[in-house]
């Protein structure tokens, strides 16, 4: 049962390196999304895809790219790292079609930005 | 624009007594209403949700919740809490369009259960 699968893990990185977040899913889910959880803030949307070659932004999709070449894959792309991008990120996929679809979560990735 | 509160950072209980986790929300039209649980270092996982019908909604791990309309509340119960149970709890609530599917998460409230 692999579900949403992240990597990696945790990551340190030095303010303006870059560095591309991985998510995969297994579902066959049409929808694919980032959130970035921050203490106090809850989560807010990144970027979403509704499908393959189909993405756009969510709150705050500033410093980030994502693409959707296939529907298993939704990598996240941080351009230049800074501080303010310290956060957990949680990639999410869903049936899309109807608003009853549970989302799933992947297990998360701590990035820090040094 | 939709939104939840969760209105208390955080909830302790004594092992074996009920618990309860608030969230109240704002939304225009029928809520789909949502909460996932968090463990420490762990992603999100699905406990319960209110789509429509009955407004005791019954979850994973012996969670469940009461849709109150008239209240806008949808909080979260548990009869008799477990140390296990300690984790950090978000209530959601589904903004929804064609081509566009979101969670509003309220911010958060960590529970933490007493032996």
């Known amino acids: 049962n692999a579900g949403v699968t992240q990597t990696p893990k945790f990551q340190v990185l030095k303010t303006g390196q870059s560095m591309t977040l991985q998510c995969a899913q297994d579902?066959?889910?049409?929808?694919m999304s980032w959130y970035r959880q921050d203490p106090g803030m809850g989560l807010r949307l990144i970027h979403y895809?509704?499908?393959?070659?189909?993405?756009d932004q969510g709150e705050v999709p500033n410093g980030y790219n994502v693409s959707r070449s296939t529907t298993e894959d939704f990598p996240l792309r941080l351009l230049s790292a800074a501080p303010s991008q310290t956060s957990v990120y949680f990639c999410a996929s869903s049936y899309s079609g109807t608003r009853r679809n549970t989302i799933y979560f992947g297990e998360g990735s701590w990035l820090t930005v040094v | 624009a939709q939104s939840v509160a969760q209105p208390e950072d955080q909830v302790n209980v004594a092992e074996g007594n009920p618990l309860t986790v608030k969230c109240t929300y704002s939304?225009?039209?029928?809520?789909?209403l949502f909460w996932y649980v968090q463990y420490p270092n762990r992603g999100l996982q699905f406990l319960l949700k209110y789509i429509t019908g009955d407004n005791l909604v019954k979850g994973s791990y012996g969670f469940e919740a009461e849709f109150n309309k008239s209240q806008t509340s949808f909080h979260l119960k548990k009869p008799s809490a477990l140390v296990s149970d300690s984790a950090l709890y978000f209530c959601?609530?589904?903004?929804?369009?064609?081509?566009?599917?979101?969670?509003?998460f309220g911010a958060g409230t960590r529970l933490a259960v007493h032996p």
């Open positions: 959601a609530v589904r903004e929804f369009s064609p081509g566009y599917n979101k969670l509003i």
């Open positions: 895809s509704v499908g393959a070659g189909i993405t």
């Open positions: 939304v225009s039209g029928n809520p789909y």
């Open positions: 579902m066959n889910h049409e929808y």
